[in-house]
């Protein structure tokens, strides 16, 4: 099966996500050491976003725990996100950060499906103790335009377009949550 019959096989998974009452005010970021303490305590809920062009995807080769290694690009949601907010927020943070003018609209992100991962290591101290996390993982067709302005910024060493056969045929090079 070729790169663009493969997206058309995924599963698409139903939006079902609920605001209930007021739109929430959405949280601030915690001091480090009260972070620290959460991520002992919490499973942190991230959103990751896997951009396709032409049937490829395009992962990228981390500098920072919990994965130094391949992986999808994305992070933490702010309380009273949807996923879609979520994804275009973080995606314009890690492959977009130096052009103010791109805005992704969230309808265009399609829900791939949920992870649960358990690290055994992450960026904050002690970095021993790890984290919990659940990856809302969301796709997004990139535009001739976006494909032509990535840009990403200091957590990735490098970036890769590959097909998703290539990840499935090569397993074990990849973390197993991208096979």
């Known amino acids: 099966m070729d790169a663009t019959n493969y997206w ?5 998974h139903t939006n079902t996500q609920f605001i209930t009452g007021k739109e929430p005010e959405v949280g601030g970021l915690l001091p480090d050491a009260v972070y620290s ?4 305590s919490f ?13 490829n ?21 702010y309380k009273g996100e949807l996923y879609q907010a979520a994804a275009a927020r973080n995606l314009k943070r890690e492959l977009f950060y130096t052009l103010d003018e791109i ?37 997004l067709p990139l535009t ?16 890769r377009w ?7 045929h090569s397993s074990d090079v990849y973390h197993p949550c991208l096979v």
């Open 8 to 12: 058309q096989s995924v599963t698409v």
């Open 37 to 40: 303490q959460a991520l002992d």
């Open 43 to 55: 499973v942190i809920a991230c959103v990751d976003i896997i951009p396709t062009y032409i049937g």
């Open 57 to 77: 995807m395009l992962i990228g080769l981390r500098s920072w725990e919990p994965q130094p290694d391949w992986w999808c690009f994305g992070g933490r949601m």
């Open 103 to 139: 805005e992704f609209d969230p309808s265009r992100f399609t829900l791939m499906g949920i992870y649960n991962l358990i690290w055994d290591e992450r960026a904050q101290v002690p970095v021993e103790n790890g984290c919990h996390t659940i990856s809302i993982t969301m796709m």
């Open 144 to 159: 001739d335009s976006e494909f032509a302005s990535l840009h990403p910024n200091e957590e990735y060493r490098e970036t």
């Open 162 to 168: 590959i097909t998703p056969s290539e990840i499935i």
